[in-house]
């Protein structure tokens, strides 16, 4: 899309006062998101991951700091002075207009023509697959179907950045599936650049180019989704994403980028890189998946055993530790019941130490 | 002190940010100096002057106010009526509204209809059957009964006539909050072991207390507030609304009118903040959430026939009250000669037209101002951060409380001036008394807290999002509550728009210190022909009134209705 504009955050801090409490929603957030990104922000409930987006809309304003969309500092400017459009959470769709006006309100404010505008909301109804459905007043569509009309509305406006305030957060699970493939290929059908906030980290990791995880009004790490995953920063992120086991380990040696770690009495051998000396003990993250059993470099006996249908789930002690392991078993073989015995061996690459 | 300085910063910000938006900004500009202007300026001026003796500060006009004993029996009066009106209205509401939502009695509507006449008529209406029928020439005592020396005037036909115009307001609270109350807190009282006597003693009944007392306020307020009742139908009985108008208007004796104005108004405020600010916190409706199913009503035909009897009774009473108006206006001379005739309406028609079209055109205009500008202040207070916001929703909204007689003393004291501009001899504003302009914004504002009270409320109940979604599209604030906020209330818009018409034409209180010789309003003018003992025309007035307030009402209704079908379709 010719006009998708780059978005510069510097700073950025939003304090909010009540009485005699001051709470720091965003705390001195700085973040980059090239023209035609799409990015993520993901974090709890109350990690300011939607008053940052509201200050990117215009709907409140930063306490300090400052907001780049393409060259102009927005953040003192009124939502509709800004180069941006949104989807909301609860599609926001205006009731007493039909899907055809609903989509060309914005069109209309340009005072477009109406040529223009017929054909403009023509293709993004074509696009979207709801030719039918132009002259349909919102309460007579469904949740999917309302979130579209409110994603072309957003769409047609061809604005620098397109924000996502949990839009399929209301929908139903399978719908939600559906609208988060359509969501992505749309963006990259158009490559406009996206914000996109959730708390649904499958959402974040399958839609974004970058996840942008928030905490406490903090960003605690910025990568693509197999960074976050593979190499989290923190304790933190290895359990909001995912699951994790998070294991003491030693340093025995360390040399370029090989590093070499004692794990419950066993020696592994990693590639990365770590900011660690020889003798630290630290903690290092495996995931339940990257597990396998059969293979003896430890032992462990097993506290929980339950088959969820395409992988089984079980628990293992050893060394009064507990230990995730989820295994891909859709056939139900060789099944390890609880108080039984079996070896294990920690997938060597996916170790990784925070 | 550093959060004050972040506060302060913010402030400046969302300052800055309004700068951007010329015609909000303006907007809000403007309704500062309107409600500063016509609300507060008046009722400081009222403080003032009763504070002030030949010019200086004295506390001299309390002094009389406490100890003249004439005055302290018209405050006692007041309280008095305030209190047995109160109770009684209480005790009819109650009833009528436990009776509907409890028990299954045909007729419904009808109940509902008769709580709607007190808002489409003028106050007094009650009062003049009153005195159609219980008077010296009475329907009832004289006609039925023979009875001469019968006195309607005075307190108890004051208690008689606030009952009936005012327990509909105690009957419309209650029952809201009876049937906001979930079937299944009772039917788990009954499935606990309780009898049905006990469900209502241990159950509904307190839960309904904070909603009683509310009621109890409310009508408290209005009865002490009232004017056009106890004018009519007093007599000797005289409460400090009345004397107010005697006392300001009367003897221009305003050191005391203020002084027993101020007295009135801490009544009223007091109350009123009691029932808005500690009452209502204390309703346990929410608590209890939503209605889930309908309740099994009683159908035992021993309660239900009774009931029901005394209901029709009492409708039949009060639909009788307002009848008698119409039929008043087309007989010769009431009580005496009961022959047909059409005279009072062309004594009207040929010598009286002046106030019924004054009347109407400056309620009009007054309307189509009050139902935009509730709507836009609606629309501020509750979506809009600005400073002094909180200062005109409270304002606005404590202008519910004021009685009408202290704004028209208020608008009295404050507007018979020239306002000059500070240092020069230009005139910022002439005098606004006797002018058609002071009638209007008494109009306004005396309808102005009930718009934007149901204009906040259906805006509360809409995701701000909507307008949200149209301000990032790249509508401006002034077109985002054009296009997005006006369409979506349309409904509470035309209420308003009804609510105001009907209050403008029918009110009192305060334009009866405003009128004069160029603009004889319509209700001091009915007020004056009962004074002179004309009844017949006074009823033929009243009857217009009704008739114009009710036509508008139902082609309103109609239009309402047409749009809203018209929205579905499309």
């Known amino acids: ?354 | 002190m550093n959060n004050l300085k972040i506060k302060i910063d913010q402030e400046l910000k969302h300052i800055k940010k309004l700068t951007n938006d010329p015609t909000l900004f303006l907007t809000i500009i403007f309704s500062l100096i309107v409600v500063s202007f016509f609300v507060l300026v008046p009722l400081y001026n009222v403080l003032k002057e009763s504070f002030t003796l030949k010019g200086v500060f004295s506390l001299e006009n309390y002094k009389n106010a406490f100890e003249r004993s004439g005055n302290v029996i018209i405050i006692l009066n007041t309280l008095k009526l305030g209190f047995v009106t109160a109770t009684l209205s209480l005790i009819i509401g109650f009833f009528f509204a436990y009776t509907t939502s409890y028990m299954k009695i045909k007729g419904k509507k009808i109940f509902d209809f008769i709580a709607m006449l007190p808002i489409i008529s003028p106050p007094f209406v009650v009062a003049l059957s009153a005195i159609l029928l219980f008077g010296r020439q009475g329907l009832i005592t004289r006609g039925l009964f023979g009875i001469k020396n019968f006195e309607i005037y005075g307190f108890h036909g004051l208690v008689l006539v606030q009952v009936l115009s005012f327990f509909p307001i105690a009957f419309l609270m209650l029952v809201g909050l009876l049937q906001g109350i979930d079937p299944s807190v009772e039917e788990a009282s009954r499935d606990l072991g309780a009898s049905k006597l006990k469900v209502f003693t241990s159950v509904t009944f307190p839960l309904v207390i904070p909603g009683l007392a509310n009621a109890f306020l409310l009508v408290f307020i209005q009865s002490i507030a009232d004017f056009a009742n106890p004018v009519v139908i007093g007599g000797n009985f005289t409460t400090i609304s009345v004397k107010i108008y005697q006392e300001g208007i009367g003897n221009f004796q305003l050191g005391i009118a203020t002084a027993l104005a101020m007295i009135l108004l801490s009544m009223s405020i007091s109350m009123f903040v009691i029932q808005r600010y500690y009452i209502n916190k204390k309703s346990y409706i929410t608590v209890t959430g939503k209605v889930s199913r309908a309740r099994d009503l009683v159908k035992d035909r021993v309660i239900t026939v009774p009931v029901f009897i005394t209901l029709i009774t009492l409708t039949l009473f009060v639909i009788l009250m307002y009848i008698l108006i119409p039929i008043g206006s087309f007989v010769k001379l009431w009580g005496i000669n009961y022959t047909p005739t059409l005279d009072h309406y062309k004594y009207i028609l040929d010598f009286g037209m002046d106030p019924i079209i004054q009347t109407t055109v400056l309620a009009v205009i007054a309307t189509i101002i009050t139902s935009i500008f509730s709507m836009v202040l609606a629309f501020l207070i509750v979506r809009k951060k600005f400073i002094g916001k909180t200062f005109i929703e409270f304002t606005t909204i404590m202008a519910l409380a004021i009685p009408g007689t202290i704004i028209g003393l208020g608008y009295v004291i404050s507007y018979n001036i020239t306002y000059k501009i500070p240092f020069t001899n230009i005139t910022l504003i002439p005098p606004l008394t006797g002018t058609a302009f002071i009638i209007i914004i008494a109009f306004i504002i005396r309808s102005l807290p009930v718009g934007i009270r149901s204009g906040m409320s259906s805006l509360q109940q809409i995701d701000p999002s909507i307008e949200e979604a149209a301000s990032i599209l790249g509508a401006s604030s002034s077109k985002v509550f054009s296009s997005v906020t006006i369409p979506m209330i349309k409904e509470a818009f035309f209420s308003g728009l009804i609510y105001s018409f009907a209050r403008s034409m029918t009110l009192v209180s305060t334009i009866i210190f405003l009128i004069s010789a160029k603009w004889k309003l319509l209700t001091p003018t009915v007020m004056n022909n009962i004074d002179t003992g004309r009844i017949g025309i006074a009823s033929a007035y009243c009857t217009i009134l009704i008739v114009i307030v009710s036509t508008v009402m139902i082609v309103m209704q109609i239009f309402i209705s047409k749009i809203g079908v018209k929205n579905k379709a499309s």
Do not use: W
């Not at chain 1, 949740?143 to 139903?172: H, K």
């Not at chain 1, 970058?210 to 989704?225: F, R, T, W």
């Open chain 1, 1 to 354: 899309m010719k006009n998708s504009k780059r978005v510069e955050i510097k700073n950025l801090t939003k304090t909010f006062i009540t009485g005699k409490n001051k709470v720091k929603a965003v705390n001195n957030i700085s973040l980059t998101v090239e023209p035609g990104e799409f990015i993520c922000l993901l974090g709890p409930s109350g990690c300011g991951k939607t008053t940052m987006l509201r200050m990117l809309a215009g709907f409140e304003i930063p306490t300090s700091g400052s907001i780049f969309i393409g060259d102009k500092d927005v953040a003192n400017l009124t939502p509709d002075k800004r180069d941006s459009a949104m989807v909301f959470q609860n599609y926001a769709l205006f009731p007493h207009m039909n899907v055809f006006n609903n989509i060309a309100y914005g069109l209309k404010i340009q005072k477009k023509s109406k040529q223009e505008i017929d054909e403009r909301v023509g293709n993004i109804l074509k696009l979207m697959k709801m030719e039918n459905f132009a002259e349909r007043t919102p309460s007579e569509m469904s949740g999917g179907q309302q979130q579209r009309v409110s994603l072309a509305r957003a769409l047609i406006m061809n604005s620098g950045v397109l924000l996502f305030d949990e839009p399929l957060s209301n929908l139903d699970a399978k719908l939600r599936l559906h609208m988060r493939d359509e969501i992505r290929k749309l963006q990259q059908d158009v490559g406009i650049t996206s914000i996109y906030v959730t708390h649904d980290q499958a959402e974040a990791m399958s839609l974004s180019d970058k996840v942008v995880i928030m905490k406490d009004g903090e960003i605690m790490q910025v990568g693509s989704p197999i960074e976050i995953y593979q190499k989290p920063n923190s304790k933190f992120i290895a359990k909001f994403i995912g699951r994790a086991n998070i294991l003491k380990a030693k340093i025995i040696s360390k040399k370029e980028e090989q590093t070499k770690i004692k794990l419950l009495g066993s020696e592994y051998t990693l590639n990365d890189e770590i900011k660690y000396n020889e003798g630290d003990v630290v903690e290092v993250v495996v995931r339940p998946e990257s597990i396998k059993f059969n293979l003896d470099k430890h032992e462990g006996k097993v506290m929980k055993s339950v088959f969820m249908g395409e992988n089984h789930e079980y628990e293992i002690m050893l060394e009064d530790q507990i230990i995730e392991v989820s295994l891909n078993n859709p056939h139900g073989k060789e099944i390890k019941k609880v108080g039984e015995n079996l070896t294990f061996v920690f997938d060597e690459e996916s170790i990784h130490i925070i």
